[in-house]
């Protein structure tokens, strides 16, 4: 029976030990992966907030009405939102996916959502909610190709009036500790420098000469700052989980690496004894 017992908890141990080595190699990889990530993310979020300050001055300087920043006659909203196309990296996914869920059910009639990530499209499938649009593979480090995809298709809709605004849903990325669901509008534009303002800038061409193509890639630029926000927090969250996992199965090994001590060392005395005994009959 005691060797039955040893059997199985070395059998557990090699199990825990393997799964162990997966955690810890997936931890490694992450790491990398923010990286990588994290270095294209730093120079971008100085060019988003440099561009963002520009299309600021275009909204306060636009003379003719525009739907871009005067809105469209469209009563839906528009959710797009980032997920990964992976999974164990913690509570990322749910975060973003409840925080989309909760908006849209307010106005379920009224809302259009589009889907970026394997794993947001298979948590809204459950939900038993209904895509727009949706969007896989994004690579570790997403390009403009990316953007550009969402982009043409968010403007297809507002264009043709079938949204009349546009959010996203993603997590933006402030340490490896730290990242916080956001909820943003991209359309219609926003004048969002609150600060007291007293340049004066001239646009040539004029701004409604050029606003379709300033729209164009303002939302290119928006979109892949996001998703890079985005894949920078699901790899944090994938470190910090895959780091915890490890912890948990060094605490597993060490109590099963005890118990299994403690009972071998319980058989050899029991083996010890029946010898003993043995001896002592045979007198």
Do not use: W
């Not at 275009?58 to 999974?87: P, Q, W």
């Not at 994004?138 to 043709?160: F, G, H, Q, S």
């Amino acid at each position: 029976m005691a060797g039955a017992g040893l059997v199985a908890i070395k059998r557990r141990i090699k199990s825990i030990t393997s799964t162990q080595k997966i955690t810890k190699a997936m931890g490694l990889i992450a790491t990398s992966k923010l990286r990588k990530v994290r270095n294209k993310l730093e120079v971008n979020d100085k060019y988003s907030k440099s561009f963002s300050a520009i299309i600021s001055e275009f909204v306060k300087g636009a003379e003719e009405k525009s739907i871009y920043i005067h809105g469209n006659k469209g009563r839906k909203k528009l959710y797009i939102t980032l997920n990964s196309d992976t999974g164990l990296c913690g509570g990322f996914n749910a975060i973003v996916v409840n925080a989309a869920a909760e908006l849209i059910s307010k106005d379920r009639e009224n809302s259009l959502l589009v889907s970026v990530g394997q794993k947001g499209r298979m948590y809204f499938n459950r939900l038993k909610f209904q895509t727009t649009a949706e969007y896989v593979d994004i690579p570790d480090v997403p390009t403009l190709k990316e953007a550009e995809a969402i982009t043409y298709k968010v403007l297809d809709l507002y264009r043709k009036n079938e949204v009349g605004e546009v959010y996203i849903v993603y997590t933006r990325f402030f340490t490896t500790v730290k990242q916080v669901v956001n909820v943003e509008k991209i359309l219609p534009l926003e004048n969002k420098d609150t600060e007291v303002d007293k340049r004066f800038v001239k646009f040539e061409p004029s701004i409604d000469e050029m606003i379709d193509d300033v729209v164009v890639m303002q939302l290119k630029q928006q979109i892949l700052n996001y998703m890079l926000h985005a894949k920078a927090s699901e790899q944090g969250s994938r470190m910090a989980a895959m780091d915890g996992a490890t912890k948990n199965a060094n605490e597993l090994l060490d109590k099963l690496n005890l118990k299994y001590n403690r009972e071998r060392q319980a058989a050899i005395t029991q083996e010890i004894s029946e010898i003993v005994g043995g001896a002592e009959a045979q007198k």
